[in-house]
């Protein structure tokens, strides 16, 4: 309501005072009457922002539950406004809060050039085995780790299959007490689900089997050789040098040695014995020798020399083969090669 005005009384006074100094000393009852009439009807008719002194309404003149969103200006509650843990999920709207509202510390992922990396990057990603697999990539590849432990990565996972049609591939490291093995599991196309072989697996030995057949290129290492050409010698006593392998490269293989030499003995003497080793040397050190001994019975003789074969363990390096012969006779026996033949180093495994 506005500010009251009182009625007018006699002598258009509107306070007694004012009526009874213009010489009308009575009194009269209707003008009572009016200015209570004014007043019960100020008061029945309700008061507004007029009549209400700034800051006189507190808290607790307000009735629970009267202030709606109709009472509050927009913009009207700021962030001081609100209690901590006062928002809650319900009072959010899906799609709400958008990335560029979460702080550095609540993106769990982020984005750099084409890749998803996590946030903090010094730490691991853990995910449970309640899921199998954990890992999905590319519509048919998947990545699972169980409670066994066994570890596998899957192509058209061959017990759950995505494309039957398709050929599926796993391969497994297995932790199991039972089954401590890394293993290759096949699923030929169009198979049934489950229906799987093991072409290949490696147990803790270090023992390979395959069910198909070895390549002789994954069998075989590096491999050098020397043609043999004409030699002679009649020195005693002493190894002398035949051929030189040139240097081979090895992986840690065994190297198989075969000296096809086509050395000869040969003794003109009417009679005696005669003695010759044939040597194979790696890097200047002797590691085998042949010895055979040869009689002579009145005559000429002439006998081929057997060929050497030698299986050789070293680790892995760079190696100098060579084959020496060394003689020992009281009668003037040669050796001789003829020129043809092989020496052979070849690294196996």
């Given at each position: 309501m506005a500010v009251i005005q009182r009625p007018a009384k006699q002598g258009n006074a509107t306070t007694y005072q004012g009526k009874v100094a213009q010489g009308y000393t009575g009194?009269?009852?209707?003008?009572?009457?009016?200015?209570?009439?004014?007043?019960?009807?100020?008061?029945?008719?309700?008061?507004?922002?007029?009549?209400?002194?700034?800051?006189?309404?507190?808290?607790?003149?307000?009735?629970?539950?009267?202030?709606?969103?109709?009472?509050?200006?927009?913009?009207?509650?700021?962030?001081g406004d609100l209690a901590n843990l006062a928002v809650t999920t319900p009072k959010l709207a899906d799609g709400a809060v958008t990335l560029a509202k979460l702080g550095p510390d609540a993106k769990l992922w982020?984005?750099?050039?084409?890749?998803?990396v996590p946030f903090d990057t010094n730490k691991a990603v853990s995910v449970p085995n309640t899921a199998f697999p954990q890992f999905?990539?590319?519509?048919?590849?998947?990545?699972?780790?169980?409670?066994?432990?066994?570890?596998?990565?899957?192509?058209?996972?061959?017990?759950?299959?995505?494309?039957?049609?398709?050929?599926?591939?796993?391969?497994?490291?297995?932790?199991?007490?039972?089954?401590?093995?890394?293993?290759?599991?096949?699923?030929?196309?169009?198979?049934?689900?489950?229906?799987v072989t093991v072409p290949l697996w490696l147990d803790n030995a270090g023992n390979l089997t395959i069910t198909g057949k070895?390549?002789?290129?994954?069998?075989?290492?590096?491999?050098?050789?020397?043609?043999p050409g004409g030699f002679s010698t009649s020195t005693y006593n002493t190894p002398v040098l035949v051929y030189t392998l040139p240097a081979i490269t090895?992986?840690?293989?065994?190297?198989?040695?075969?000296?096809?030499?086509?050395?000869?003995?040969?003794?003109?003497?009417?009679?005696?014995?005669?003695?010759?080793?044939?040597?194979?040397?790696r890097n200047g050190t002797q590691i085998t020798l042949h010895q055979q001994n040869y009689g002579s019975g009145g005559g000429q003789i002439v006998v081929p020399i057997p060929a050497l074969t030698y299986l050789d363990t070293p680790p892995a390096g760079t190696y100098t083969y060579d084959?020496?012969?060394?003689?020992?006779?009281?009668?003037?026996?040669?050796?001789?090669?003829?020129?043809?033949?092989?020496?052979?180093?070849?690294?196996?495994?």
């Open positions: 009194i009269l009852a209707a003008e009572v009457d009016a200015d209570l009439d004014v007043i019960y009807a100020a008061w029945n008719g309700g008061v507004d922002t007029v009549n209400i002194a700034a800051g006189s309404i507190t808290a607790d003149k307000i009735a629970p539950n009267q202030i709606g969103t109709r009472e509050l200006a927009d913009l009207g509650v700021a962030t982020t984005t750099s050039g084409n890749a998803v999905l990539f590319g519509g048919k590849g998947a990545i699972a780790c169980d409670t066994l432990p066994v570890v596998s990565l899957l192509l058209n996972n061959p017990w759950v299959l995505v494309d039957a049609t398709k050929p599926s591939w796993v391969l497994q490291l297995s932790a199991q007490a039972a089954s401590d093995v890394a293993q290759f599991v096949h699923r030929a196309a169009n198979a049934a689900s489950g229906t070895l390549s002789g290129g994954a069998a075989t290492g590096a491999r050098q050789h020397v043609s090895t992986r840690g293989g065994a190297v198989l040695l075969v000296m096809n030499h086509t050395l000869y003995y040969t003794s003109s003497a009417t009679a005696g014995n005669g003695q010759i080793a044939t040597l194979i040397f084959l020496r012969v060394q003689l020992a006779s009281t009668t003037s026996p040669s050796v001789v090669a003829s020129g043809f033949g092989d020496c052979i180093a070849q690294e196996i495994g």
